[in-house]
């Protein structure tokens, strides 16, 4: 299930390097208040972002599908999974505003899972549920995503790639 779920992985863990790298950023909300005075969004999600994690996701998933049949029911299945978990990502940010969270505070749980939800969300939607997911898998799956997205946020920011080590 880990090598399925790889291209959403790789959407939600590209945009914090892909925009450092071309150093530049344009925030989808462009700086808009939602009807709470709040931003909708905040800086963090950005065009660039959003592109470049659904990119790195799906060229991901595509080279998977290549080389080992049988993991995606599609071609088109890595960039759902991709897509989904931007929104997902994108939808936490969103939730984090609402409850007057400041970009980069922590939101344990949404921040961890949020990408992984809305990944298996819209590919369940798109072609079913995976093969190989039960309610045992999905707890194996939030935990050992919840310790990797800690352990790849905490590298992220020894690296000066995050201001912050969640």
Known sequence: MLIFILPAYCANGAPVVGVKLIGRSTPLDRGARAWDGRRILGDGKTFEGLLIGVATGTVAGLIIHTLISGVYRSPLEPIILSMGAMVG?????????????????????????????????????????????????????????????LGTNYLAYLLRLKAEPW
């Open 89 to 149: 990502d994108i939808f936490g940010s969103f939730i984090k505003r609402r409850l007057g969270l400041e970009r980069g505070r922590p939101a344990p749980g949404l921040d961890q899972l949020g990408f992984l939800a809305f990944a298996l969300l819209f590919s369940t939607l798109a072609f079913g549920p995976p093969r190989g997911l039960d309610a045992l898998t999905l707890i194996l799956l939030a935990m050992v995503t919840a310790i990797l997205h």
